[in-house]
């Protein structure tokens, strides 16, 4: 390929201070373990395990009364 010659040229101070600017890189960090099962929807599948249960005795005792 033909070398590309760059319409801006490259200007460093003769005078005060030179800075240079913090590019942000990426960061490798630790994986982060999420639950399976959040909080909220174990409380969710609990009361509905506390509400079939009270169904099924609610059930039983009708069975009792009616013999």
Do not use: N
């Not at 890189?25 to 506390?50: H, N, R």
């Amino acid at each position: 390929m033909p070398e590309v010659k760059s319409i801006f040229r490259e200007v460093l101070p003769k005078q005060g201070q030179l800075s240079m600017e913090d590019v942000p890189t990426m960061i490798l960090c630790k994986p982060k373990l999420l639950p399976l099962k959040s909080v909220t929807l174990e409380k969710l599948e609990k009361m509905q395990m506390e509400a079939q249960e009270a169904v099924k005795q609610q059930e039983l005792a009708m069975k009792e009364q009616s013999l």
